[in-house]
């Protein structure tokens, strides 16, 4: 089996692996992005992956809380020594992979969406974008079914920053 972590200690590097990436994203992580860093190019195969994680769960080198998973501080401990042992290649895959997850999740942390039924009928739909430190623009906006409500909150996660720029624009540009 060939799983791109050299052949005799497969499963030991593997196990060191997920706390690299693990201390890398350094935030609770869900299985499925977990899994994507993990495997990203299609090694190795799932079944040892999710027999890594659970014995990581075991040992209590990884908790598993409210679905997501993060490194204790005896893995934070474990993986520091151990790391070494990773070849190179693949710590600066690793590195690559979680480098681009923060700065999605960094991004995804500052927009928020959402939407409430009215009494009256329709939605309240929320947008709002933070820049860190507070809003920098928060909407309401009226939607007449739910479905539009879904469809403005996911354009809206999309385009941010876009909406962001073209309503600032909108609102400065001089009369023609």
Excluded: W
């Amino acid at each position: 089996m060939n799983t791109g972590f050299g052949l005799a200690n497969s499963l030991l590097e593997l196990k060191i692996f997920i706390m690299f990436i693990l201390r890398a994203v350094g935030t609770p992580t869900s299985f499925e992005p977990l899994y994507d860093l993990v495997i990203r190019d299609g090694s190795p195969s799932y079944f040892d992956f999710v027999e890594c994680l659970n014995g990581l769960i075991k040992t209590g080198h990884v908790a598993l809380k409210d679905g997501k998973y993060q490194l204790t501080d005896r893995g934070g401990e474990n993986i520091a020594i151990t790391e070494k042992n990773l070849p190179y290649s693949l710590r600066l895959k690793g590195e690559r992979n979680t480098r681009a997850y923060r700065a999605a999740a960094s991004r995804d942390a500052m927009i928020r969406a959402s939407h409430t039924i009215r009494r009256s009928g329709g939605y309240t739909v929320e947008l709002s974008l933070s820049d860190g430190g507070g809003d920098v623009i928060s909407l309401r906006v009226f939607a007449a079914s739910e479905r539009e409500a879904i469809l403005l909150e996911e354009g809206f996660r999309e385009r941010a920053e876009a909406s962001y720029n073209k309503i600032i624009n909108f609102i400065l540009e001089p009369d023609s």
